[in-house]
């Protein structure tokens, strides 16, 4: 049996990098000898036959890179969507720096990259030409214990990091400055990683009985976003989003940003895009209304679902990943 180490780039929080590598762990325990490891003096002192390197820019990462390299340990790193135009433009000078300092070099001399979609493979082979490009899918556990709470009108949830990068600031300029909006409820839940960005939304939203923030949403998620009928997720980029698939395995009909992948999302009648302008959403918003008792019905629910463990379960990508590593193990 092979035993693989992980690294993460990120602390020790509920989101982002970590949440990918809490839900693959699950999994990987049952097929492989797994570890996941921060501290490179324990690392030192074990044997691998594999190191999985999350996330970038961190010094961390170039020292368990550089002693993997020397105990010939193969090396697969998978950067999360950091490399993707929108997050590296983001601090950039100060990643332009990193990035010709040493990141390049861990990405150019590992043994594989994985990434989560197409449109992050061509973002990554843009500045990388790597020969070994893998695509491999976040997954979702499943409750298929949903009751809908029917409503008269819509309603509405946002969830996420709390981080300009998601567009939230504008989406709640619509919802309190114009009268149609006025009409329908939001929630507002996650986790703050931009704690001025998150004051300016407060501050917005405070006087307002419609649209409230309720905080992070780490337990009972699915039971907790499914009262709701719509996730409306504005966001300006995203490489691949489980956030995505938590809405879907909710049963929740998706509003995302014209900017947005997962078009084929589009074409099962599970969402729907639009460029968060007025009149655009208004419309949007109009079209369910007249379909919400479709959106909320055990069918839609059923139908959204029997998608997700088709092409998002995660027994089924974990065994991807184990196959992945055998391979990578065993090249010369």
Not at 111 to 129: A, D, L, P, Q, W
Not at 161 to 188: C, G, P
Not at 227 to 243: A, M, Q, R, T, W
Request: proline residues 2%.
């Amino acid at each position: 049996m092979i035993k693989v180490l992980f690294v993460s780039s990120e602390s020790n929080n509920s989101f982002g990098v970590n949440r990918v590598i809490f839900s693959l762990k699950k999994f990987l325990y049952k097929k492989c000898k797994f570890s996941y490891e921060q501290n490179l003096l324990k690392f030192l002192k074990s044997k691998y036959h594999l190191i999985h390197i999350h996330g970038c820019w961190s010094l961390r990462l170039l020292f368990f890179f550089i002693f993997s390299k020397l105990k010939k340990t193969k090396i697969i790193v998978s950067p999360h969507g950091m490399l993707d135009p929108f997050s590296f433009n983001q601090k950039k000078f100060i990643k332009l720096v990193i990035w010709h300092l040493y990141q390049k070099y861990i990405f150019m001399f590992s043994n594989e990259i994985i990434v989560n979609s197409n449109k992050e493979r061509n973002n990554v082979y843009k500045i990388i030409k790597h020969s070994n490009i893998k695509v491999i899918p976040h997954g979702i556990e499943f409750n298929n214990r949903i009751k809908k709470i029917k409503n008269k009108k819509l309603e509405f949830v946002f969830f996420s990091r709390i981080h300009h990068s998601k567009n939230l600031l504008e989406l709640i300029d619509l919802w309190t400055n114009k009268v149609f909006f006025k009409n329908y409820n939001l929630s507002i839940y996650g986790e703050i990683s931009d704690l001025n960005y998150f004051n300016k939304l407060n501050n917005k939203i405070r006087n307002f009985k419609n649209i409230k923030y309720k905080g992070a949403l780490y337990k009972n998620k699915i039971q907790r976003l499914s009262v709701y009928d719509i996730f409306i997720f504005p966001s300006k980029s995203e490489n691949f989003g489980l956030v995505i698939l938590e809405a879907l395995s909710s049963g929740l009909y998706l509003i995302l940003n014209i900017n947005l992948p997962w078009r084929h999302l589009n074409k099962k009648g599970f969402a729907s895009f639009t460029n968060f302008r007025e009149k655009n959403l208004k419309k949007e918003i109009l079209r369910l209304e007249k379909k919400k008792q479709n959106i909320r019905s055990y069918k839609y629910i059923k139908k959204v679902h029997s998608y997700l463990k088709k092409n998002y379960n995660w027994e089924k990508i974990s065994n991807t990943y184990i196959s992945n590593y055998i391979k990578i193990v065993n090249q010369s």
